[in-house]
């Protein structure tokens, strides 16, 4: 049977590349929004994840296993009202997507919208609306095949009567809801939105309208409202005022950007979100501050503990991360980098590993260990200068690091003495394949045992 989901007025976190990931609509969520977009993601990227129960962090993941990232991380807290944006220009793929994560979704959403090139060129976003047939066959497809509703954002066309005729045909293919981003192709976000185009819309179909497209004059609660009055819109859908401050959801009034940050870090922390997405979320409720001198402090920061320093939450991040790792979060070790000889073939991994490993010549010694972070609470006996000082103590040549990139993912070979070593696992930084490199020397040497790697989790054993 079919799921439906209400589209009248609802408050909506819009969807936003990089900033609508778990943490950030969790917070739009618990803030007083009542239905929250994922950002925008490609259908191959989740055709070719694949679903995990993560039970140390309760969650969904759809994880890429060629590079270990997470496509798309979700959990019960917004089980009901996540709806999952797609990418496509295919009513296939889009479909097989659809199976894919029907499950763990409230609705499915077609950008029919993002006017950028990388969507244009791929017959994506708004190249849809100039090819009404494809974008209505796509959304045909998933209404008649999927369990759950589905939905379309879009952007107006120049001329408001194109604009409605547009909108009908989409009507035509059962679609529960569109989202209406009153803004054209050419029009960039500093230009006033149509409300009144908006409002056309609204009067030529029987489907729910989500207004989108008033940041600019949002700074509240009330300020949303208004916004989808003056629209005549069944919902209304927010982008910007929400990254820039995500509490503009609330009731009460917006907090300061202080609490919000403590907030989209703890949330960081507790759903293990990547440091670089944590980074740039940040970045874009701090904007103007990253002038400041506690700015420049998180800028250099780069792991997750060191952003939460910046904010004097390190001490939470460090126990949370300890007591995961303990708990068994492993994700990182199944990442290896996809074979350029053929991108897309998932199915054997271990033969990937071989063609590469190939790369790294026989005289290398190689063991299953990885660098683990939270092992190390004092910078003195990270690996690297555990090494490092053994070779000063021992009077021989100081450590030597090769690193091999293989697309975002690498592996060190650390030259000591007349010895090389390198971990067999990737790595998602240099510095970490150098830290497991080194930690496979010091193993190697007798410096690290084994009981005390498999204990701490840094060894397969
Ligand atoms: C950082 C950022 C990322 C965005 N990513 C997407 C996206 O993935 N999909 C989409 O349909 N629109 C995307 N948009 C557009 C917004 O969803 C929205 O349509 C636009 O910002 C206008 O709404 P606003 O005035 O509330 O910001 C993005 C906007 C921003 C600022």
């Not at 976190?13 to 925008?40: Q, W």
């Not at 993941?61 to 997470?70: A, E, L, M, N």
């Not at 709806?83 to 994560?101: C, D, F, M, S």
């Not at 975002?408 to 490199?437: H, M």
Request: proline share 3%; glycine share 6%; aromatic share 6%.
């Amino acid at each position: 049977m079919k799921s439906s989901l209400d589209y009248s007025n609802k408050i909506i976190l819009a969807p936003m590349v990089r900033v609508g990931t778990l943490p950030m609509r969790l917070m739009a969520l618990s803030y007083g929004a009542d239905i929250v977009y994922t950002e925008e993601i490609i259908d191959w990227k989740l055709l070719r994840a694949e679903r995990q129960i993560n039970d140390v962090l309760k969650t969904v993941d759809y994880v890429d296993k060629t590079d270990g990232c997470i496509v798309f991380r979700t959990c019960d807290k917004e089980k009901g009202k996540v709806v999952l944006q797609l990418g496509t220009a295919n009513a296939e793929r889009a479909l097989l997507v659809g199976r894919k994560v029907q499950q763990d979704i409230a609705a499915l959403d077609i950008n029919m919208g993002c006017p950028k090139d990388f969507s244009i060129k791929g017959g994506m976003g708004i190249a849809l609306l100039y090819d009404l047939d494809r974008a209505k066959s796509i959304l045909t497809t998933l209404v008649k095949h999927l369990d759950i509703p589905v939905t379309c954002k879009i952007r107006i066309m120049p001329g408001i009567d194109e604009t409605i005729k547009i909108v009908k045909e989409l009507e035509t293919t059962g679609i529960s809801a569109i989202a209406v981003h009153g803004r054209t192709k050419t029009e960039r976000p500093r230009h006033p939105v149509h409300a009144d185009v908006i409002r056309e819309i609204v009067k030529a179909v029987g489907i729910p309208v989500i207004a989108n497209g008033g940041s600019q004059e949002i700074h509240k609660r009330s300020d949303i409202l208004k916004f989808r009055d003056a629209c005549g819109a069944a919902s209304v859908m927010i982008a910007r005022a929400a990254q820039w401050n995500c509490s503009v959801f609330r009731d009460e009034g917006p907090l300061p950007i202080e609490e919000v940050i403590h907030e989209c870090l703890r949330l960081s922390v507790d759903y293990d979100n990547s440091p670089s997405n944590t980074k740039y979320c940040i970045q874009m409720i701090l904007r103007d501050l990253q002038e400041t001198t506690l700015g420049r402090k998180f800028l250099d920061s780069q792991t997750l503990e060191q952003i939460c320093e910046v904010w004097n939450l390190g001490s939470y991040c460090r126990k949370k991360q300890l007591e995961y790792h303990n708990a068994g979060i492993r994700g990182r070790r199944q990442a290896c980098p996809q074979s350029d000889a053929n991108p897309q073939d998932e199915n054997c991994p271990s033969k990937k590993i071989k063609m590469l490993s190939d790369e790294i010549s026989s005289d290398v010694i190689e063991h299953n260990i990885s660098f683990i972070r939270v092992n190390y609470a004092d910078d003195k006996e990270l690996p690297k200068s555990k090494l490092y000082l053994y070779t000063v103590k021992n009077n021989i040549k100081l450590p030597k690091y090769e690193v091999i990139n293989k697309n975002k993912l690498f592996r060190a070979i650390v030259k000591v003495a007349d010895g090389k070593y390198s971990s067999s696992f990737w790595e998602k930084s240099k510095k970490f394949a150098e830290q497991s490199a080194a930690l496979t020397c010091l193993y190697h040497l007798g410096i690290e045992s084994k009981e005390k790697l498999i204990e701490n989790g840094s060894m397969i054993g």
